[in-house]
């Protein structure tokens, strides 16, 4: 291999990775935006096209915080930290059993009924938002976390399902063979042979469950009615007026430290979430 071919792979990787740093900048250019409009005053965030602010404007954090009367964000916040957890264990506990069920027991209909819970993976949100509206309502759930937060723990998001399906497949099934023939039930299986062994594929369907939870609105807004019930993305609604006086620099604080939590838990399982995607999808 000669000079010249590696220097020209050399330059081939080089301008690679500029391509791959401009498009990262693109992408991340509007959260950068968000974060140094948190420090303008109103006036200044749409009139100056710096993206560094002229005047660092701290308080408008502290607005933000204290913007709604006799609550700070700091409710809104626990709320939202609160229905995401129930969700995470709610998808973590329920999916695994089922994908459990589909992955390793035989039983009547087996493939019927998996072919059916990929179905409603392909029906619009907007298809059962009617009919759960209406069984809600009946159940006298409306203005509580519980439309939010049961549905999950009865196996109610099946991309879960699928996810751990197919990381509990690539499992070899010797290992339950050899838990069974040392005494161990079906559950024992589940819990102390196939379990452990799911830990990326279960984190990642932690992170997704927060991730998603965290930043629902419509949902949220649809069955949650009361102030006090508000989670992060609802309270950041409060900001804006439709008089058309609305508080940009509060809201901007307030949404970067609403977008924190789900930056810090990707930032920190990152090397799990990778894993559990890719070993999910290469084995069959």
Request: aromatic share 16%.
């Amino acid at each position: 291999m000669t000079a010249l071919t590696i220097g020209g792979r050399r330059m081939k990787r080089v301008l690679l990775h500029i391509v791959l740093a401009l498009s990262c900048l693109v992408m991340i250019y509007p959260v950068l935006w968000m974060v140094f409009s948190s420090f303008k005053p109103t006036a200044e965030i749409f009139s100056s096209e710096a993206l560094l602010p002229k005047q660092w404007l701290f308080a408008n954090y502290k607005t933000g915080w204290f913007g709604v009367p006799k609550m700070n964000f700091g409710t809104f916040l626990a709320n939202s930290s609160l229905i995401s957890l129930l969700v995470v264990i709610g998808n973590i506990v329920s999916a695994s059993l089922v994908a459990f069920a589909f992955a390793r027991l035989r039983f009547k209909l087996k493939s019927l009924w998996f072919g059916v819970m990929l179905m409603t993976m392909m029906l619009p949100g907007q298809v059962t938002l009617i009919p759960q509206y209406a069984l809600f309502h009946k159940l006298d759930w409306i203005n509580t976390y519980l439309p939010l937060t049961v549905p999950h723990f009865l196996g109610g998001t099946p991309f879960f399902i699928f996810l751990l399906v197919q990381f509990i497949r690539g499992i070899p099934r010797e290992l339950d063979e050899a838990a069974t023939i040392d005494g161990c039930g079906t559950f024992q299986i589940y819990w102390r042979i196939v379990m452990p062994l799911c830990g990326p594929a279960l984190i990642t369907t932690a992170i997704f469950s927060f991730i998603w939870t965290w930043d629902d609105f419509f949902g949220q807004l649809i069955y949650i009615n009361d102030v006090k019930k508000y989670t992060a993305p609802l309270g950041l609604r409060l900001f804006l007026d439709g008089s058309g006086k609305n508080e940009w620099g509060p809201m901007l604080a307030m949404s970067v430290l609403s977008l924190l939590p789900s930056f810090v838990i990707f930032m920190t399982c990152q090397k799990y979430f990778v894993q559990g995607i890719a070993t999910s999808g290469l084995k069959g």
